[in-house]
């Protein structure tokens, strides 16, 4: 290793899932000091060229001289990221023990990754010195083509799109070549101003006193719980605080789950403000992403609406962060990095010094702790905005009553004096298909998934079994393979009681809403038209209708089957079903008649059920807080899960007993298992898993810290795969 008279090793952290960074030498022509972490550099690896990330630069290297190479081009005159954003990276990859490269490339978007440029810049050209003096000479000779581009640039620089579509290219072309013209760039049009066209309704008390108090912690890190009951008006809380930071001269991130972020939240937003929102979000092409990214960089677009990845987004001045629906299971991201984007939510904001709003009507267990042990500050909207007032919820009990396809005999005697009273009634089940067993009662056999342990879900409009666990299908057989006897489909999915409603109610008009009938853009917005115009008297369906969408002529809602979750095998599945239940039953009847909820159960008795009924989410929320307190788990213990999967059994459980054999000598972390996953073949792959349980971070760290290094040495058949999850939000 040569003396360095300066810095001059690039630490370079690469896309690659090892857990190390790799070193460079500065671009050809470029000093070390000219480099800054945070920005992207063109390296090679091995004979191909790699994108990677400056993550330092040091004075020393362990590579010997002859083997170090050169990067071969810097691709950012600037970091990508705002410092403080940059340092949540940095810290979530230890955090979340993920490798660096792959953290810093999934927190951009994809075009960014394979090199496009961090500013959004217009391509044009303009007469170059020479070109001046020629051109204002006489007696040149040129074409009319040639004339109309050089009076256009005698203008003013001429941005390249426009040269082709004037089909100006060759005449370009001939005046670049005597180096008459030269390109530059021009920084991109701002996306356009939102119209700003309606005004906000005068706040109830509570929204103002909740307006206030975040409006008073503008310019520090204050965590600020707001919990609002469904229609209380926390959106209208989110936009008048926005208002004050654009005013400020700063910008806003807002965190929506995915499904939320329909055209009339934006619309909402946009009609409002008077400067360029954007939005980040999965149905958008890699080409809108980049724009929306780059303008939120710039500046240009000073708030930014995007689901979880879009916490990454850097923002030159951002004044609040705020969380929708923050109980919202999507925020965590399942494979790869697995990062929650509320829980980075809160980390950015520490790091800017600036508040963080996380609003739910239904907060998670965690987030409710963390308000009690005034980590968090709470607010409230106890009601709604300007209407009835709560609905009556009930308990049917499936063991005193018939139940006819699903449906018990009072909940049918409820949709029809409601129907008869010309209210909308809401049918909710989580469960798509027709039914979901198909069962021989010759022989008993039920139809297996062959791929995965489940059964088939009964599909009886397209008369096939479908797998919903990997998606196989397969004709729906006449008889049972087995015997030959009749089979019958057993239970209720979204399918069989739309039959069953059709029939019981005839002259109710229905509309469905599941995945298998809203597939493209723009179907749920039609179905939900129907409702909203009144067309649709009775709306049946799964989990998408908790979310984003209201149903204001909605007088009753019926849960069918609460079961499901109150003995689900993870340990959130009951938190889960209390805020479907709260959220589905809250975005109905905001008029001005009062709604009745029904919920259908065989164990009315369950006190979880019980506290929810008669105390509301909240009396749930304290009661399934104890029993998480008595069980140790979160938030009354730290998790990790260290999960793998393959097509041959044996490996999975010979790896994951090598791992727990390499487990270090620290104390505070109890390992758990191998234990099989909840089901524990999927998609033709055995899945299990080593839980980590700690009483507090600090210790489940240490040990994370000291043990992957082990594990990542350890040898395993390729088609074997493992990844590490902190924070799980599903253990089973
Ligand atoms: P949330 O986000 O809590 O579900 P929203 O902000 O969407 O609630 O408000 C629910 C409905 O109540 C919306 O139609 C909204 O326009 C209306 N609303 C909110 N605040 C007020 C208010 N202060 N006065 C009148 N209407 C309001
Ligand atoms: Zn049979
Ligand atoms: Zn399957």
Known sequence: VTAPTSPHILKVALDTPLRRTFDYLPPPGVAGRGVQPGMRVAVPLGRRRAIGFVVGVADTTEVPPARLKAAIELLDPEPLWDAQCFDLLLWAADYYQHPLGEVLAASIPAALRRGAPAVHALAAWQLSATGLEQLTGTGLRLGPRQRELVERLRNGPVVAAEVSAAQLGPALRSLARRGWVEPLELPAPAPAAGSATTRAPPLTAAQRLACDAIAGSLGGFTPWLLHGVTGSGKTEVYLDVIERVLAAGQGALVLVPEIALTPQLVGRFRGRLPVP??????????????????????????????????????????????????????????????????????????????????????????????????????????????????????????????????????????????????????????????????????????????????????????????????????????????????????????????????????????????????????????????????????????????????????????????????????????????????????????????????????????????????????????????????????????????????????????????????????????????????????AGRYRAQLLLEASTRPPLKRWLEAWLPQVEQLKHPRQLRWSVDVDPIEVD
């Not at 705020?322 to 984007?341: N, T």
């Not at 999975?652 to 090598?658: D, E, I, N, P, S």
């Not at 487990?663 to 758990?672: E, F, K, S, T």
């Open 277 to 682: 929102v954007v939005t980040l979000h999965s149905s958008m092409t890699d080409a809108e992403r980049l724009e929306a990214w780059q303008a939120a960089r710039s500046g240009a677009a000073p708030v930014v609406i995007g689901t979880r990845s879009a916490v990454f987004t850097p923002l030159p001045a951002p004044g609040v962060i705020l969380v929708d629906e923050e109980h919202d299971a999507s925020y965590k991201q399942q494979d790869g990095f697995r990062y929650s984007a509320r829980d980075l939510a809160v980390a950015r904001a520490a790091r800017h010094r600036i508040p963080v709003v996380l609003g739910s009507a239904t907060p998670s267990l965690e987030s409710l702790a963390n308000a009690t042990e005034t980590r968090y500050r709470k607010l409230l909207l106890p009601e709604r905005a300007g209407s009835a007032g709560k609905p009556r919820v009930g308990v049917v009990d499936l063991r005193l009553h018939a139940a006819r396809d699903g449906l018990a005999q009072p909940v049918i005697a409820a949709i029809e004096r409601h129907l008869a009273d010309r209210g909308q009634v809401l049918v909710y089940l989580n469960r798509r298909g027709y039914a979901p067993t198909l069962f021989c009662s010759g022989c008993g056999w039920i139809a297996p998934c062959p791929a995965c342990d489940a059964r088939m879900t009964v599909h009886m409009a397209r008369a096939r079994l479908v797998c919903h666990h990997c998606g196989a299908d397969a004709p729906l057989p006449f008889g049972c393979p087995k015997c030959g006897s009749e089979v019958s489909a057993v239970g209720q999915g979204t399918e069989r009681v739309e039959q069953a409603l059709a029939e019981l109610f005839p002259q109710a008009p229905l509309v469905r809403v599941d995945r298998d009938v809203i597939r493209r853009r723009g179907d749920i917005e039609r179905a939900l038209e129907e409702v909203a115009s009144g067309r649709a008297r009775i709306l049946l369906g799964t989990q998408m209708l908790t979310k984003g969408h209201d149903y204001p002529d909605v007088t009753l809602v019926a849960v069918l089957n609460a079961d499901q979750g109150l003995f689900g095998a993870d340990f959130r599945a009951s938190e889960r079903l209390a805020q479907q239940i709260v959220q589905v039953a809250g975005r109905a009847g905001r008029g001005h008649r009062p709604g009745e909820v029904l919920i259908q159960s065989a164990y009315p008795e369950n006190p979880l059920l019980v506290s929810l009924v008669t105390e509301g989410y909240e009396g749930f929320a304290l009661r399934a807080l104890a029993e998480r307190r008595d069980a140790a788990w979160p938030p009354y213990s730290r998790l990790a899960l260290l999960r793998a999967d393959s097509p041959e059994r044996g490996e999975v459980y010979a790896f994951l007993r090598a791992a727990a054999a390499a487990a270090p000598d620290l104390g505070g972390v109890r390992l758990l298992g191998p234990a099989p996953a909840s089901m524990e073949r999927r």
